[in-house]
């Protein structure tokens, strides 16, 4: 860069309107924005917000299945899960430290979870009651994170775009598995069979709710796809979630409970019936069945190992000193 001149003092200071068009042109090329590159505040901050809420998504996602540790059925089981639970864990970490790169405070970022400050997916507010939920979680609740997180490898910004390829491999194996635990169980006695149904029949309509509000009430939306961040309309993956998932539960042989669910003839895509957003708001804004208790769990998971972070933070410094 040259040195400013004496008769234009900021010649050499970045104009921001160049900066501005140096951005609307990369996106506007389908090029990645880095961590380096000049970007506007709002487009920064509204990945924060997207980032940060996927992140603790990932984390507090961990709780419901991971109730389920101790419990598994069978050795083999138990692996599966706490591979899959453990999964969880390094897709919160590599969301956090895509966070980091916009300047984002990890700490921070946790606390504004715990304060209610910033949300999480409504998905995980519901209980497991039985490990039928756990096959349940894997192929509905992974599935609808797959259709969410495909077009995400696309994303405008680089280090969420790539986290995102490698989590989605990560999420088709949790999706198998969820299949699979499924196709056991349907192969078993009518008690296991009357598990799966009941699963199904409490986690499908909020698995619909993965996908965010309607069109018509999702007011980050249409921002967040001029900027390339986000590819599809909430509406659109959710048709293409449900479109998905008809055939996979007529495999299964399990009824999904709506009874509006009809292919339509003209269009070649499946109807279904109205979503309960006011249950949606209820949730999302701290009211569901479980929220209290995965909020609790995270505050005393930062209380109890604030010593461990401390010590960590002490011995890194001792080192580079
Ligand atoms: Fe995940
Ligand atoms: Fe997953």
């Known amino acids: 860069m040259s040195a400013p001149t004496l008769d234009r003092p900021d010649a050499a200071a970045p104009d921001e309107a160049a900066l501005q068009a140096h951005f609307d042109a990369t996106i506007a090329a389908d090029r990645r924005v880095e961590p ?32 389920w540790l101790l419990a598994a059925p069978s050795l083999r089981r138990k692996a599966v899960l706490l591979a899959k639970v453990q999964d969880e864990a390094g897709h919160g970490m590599y969301l956090y430290s895509a966070a980091e790169t916009l300047g984002a405070d990890r700490a921070d970022l946790t606390d504004k979870l715990i304060e209610g400050r910033q949300k999480y997916s409504s998905i995980f507010n519901y209980p497991t009651l039985t490990y039928a939920d756990c096959g349940v979680i894997g192929w509905l609740v992974d599935g609808a994170a797959i259709c ?42 009518p008690e296991q069979r009357a598990m799966v149904q009941d699963a199904v029949d409490r986690w499908w309509w909020p698995s619909l709710m993965m996908f965010g509000p309607p ?43 709506d009874p509006e669910l009809a292919l339509d003839p003209e269009t070649g895509r499946h109807r279904f019936g109205q979503i309960d957003w006011a249950e949606f708001k209820q949730v999302i804004s701290g009211n569901g069945p479980c929220n209290a208790e995965r909020v609790s769990r995270r505050r005393a998971a930062r209380d109890d190992n604030a010593w461990v972070t401390e010590a960590a933070t002490a011995y890194a410094a001792k080192h580079a000193s």
């Not at 970007?39 to 109730?67: N, T, W």
């Not at 007011?219 to 509406?235: L, Y």
């Open 36 to 67: 380096r590159d000049w970007m506007p505040e709002a487009y920064r901050k509204g990945l924060v917000r997207q980032i940060a809420q996927h992140a603790h998504s990932e984390i507090i996602g961990m709780q419901p299945e991971g109730d």
């Open 148 to 189: 969410n997180q495909v077009p995400l490898c696309r994303s405008s910004y680089g280090p969420y775009a790539r986290a995102m390829i490698r989590v989605c491999k990560e999420e088709s194996f949790h999706q198998r598995q969820g299949y699979e635990l499924l196709m056991t169980m349907m192969r078993g006695t």
């Open 215 to 257: 069109d018509d009430d999702s007011p980050n939306s249409a921002q967040s796809m001029a900027w390339g961040v986000k590819r599809h309309s909430n509406d659109e993956l959710r048709q293409r979630y449900v479109d998905m998932s008809v055939p996979q539960a007529a495999a299964l042989g399990v009824t999904l409970p």
